[in-house]
T-cell receptor, first 114, second 112 residues
């Protein structure tokens, strides 16, 4: 029962570096999304996807890119890391945003940009 | 756009009942969800209200009033393990795609 798997769990980057946060789900879910969580800010939606090849921006998309080439994978790319991107990142998936109301979350990636 | 408001913190004692309120403003409303998150952990789903009224799941209940743009999570017979953050979330449709957007969360502290 893998569910939603995020890698890595922890990462330290230098300002200006790029990296990809990986997210994979094995539940054949249509809907996948990325959130960042900062103290006192709750969960803020970065990007989401309603199916392979279809993505859209959330509340805080700047500095991040996504793609969805398969149903299973939804990687998040940081193009040029900045200290403001220090956060905990969660990937989530659900069977269908319209019909299934439960979102399953990965265990998070704790990113520090120095 | 959309916004959700929750109290930042609630405290209670074991065995008590606590209510966590959520008011929302959104364009295109499709239901209110609640999630629990323990420190250092991932959010986990608790309940969903698509229609007005009360939904009960064990010690937890959730209520929705669409006319008032208001909902609450009710936790009964509180236990120490209920100490966590609780988030309300709405499914919002602005661009034709439904998105799940979260409130800032309510930290519940349960004391002995």
């Amino acid at each position: 029962n893998a569910g939603v798997t995020q890698t890595p769990k922890f990462q330290v980057l230098k300002t200006g570096q790029s990296m990809t946060l990986q997210c994979a789900q094995d539940m054949n879910h249509e809907y996948m999304s990325w959130y960042r969580q900062d103290p006192g800010m709750g969960l803020r939606l970065i990007h989401y996807s309603v199916g392979a090849g279809i993505t859209d921006q959330g509340e805080v998309p700047n500095g991040y890119n996504v793609s969805r080439s398969t149903t299973e994978d939804f990687p998040l790319r940081l193009l040029s890391a900045a200290p403001s991107q220090t956060s905990v990142y969660f990937c989530a998936s659900s069977y269908s945003i319209r019909e299934n109301t439960e979102a399953f979350f990965g265990q998070g990636t704790r990113l520090t940009v120095v | 756009g959309q916004s959700l408001e929750q109290p930042s913190e609630v405290t209670a004692v074991e065995g008590a009942i606590v209510q966590i309120n959520c008011t929302y403003q959104t364009s295109g409303f499709y239901g209110l969800s609640w999630y629990q998150q323990h420190d250092g952990g991932a959010p986990t789903f608790l309940s969903y209200n698509g229609l007005d009224g009360l939904e009960e799941t064990g010690r937890f209940s959730s209520f929705l009033s669409r006319s008032d743009s208001y909902g609450y999570l009710l936790l009964q017979e509180l236990q120490m393990k209920d100490s966590a953050s609780y988030f309300c979330a709405v499914r919002d449709d602005r661009t034709g795609f439904q998105k799940l957007v979260f409130g800032t969360g309510t930290r519940l502290l349960v004391s002995p």
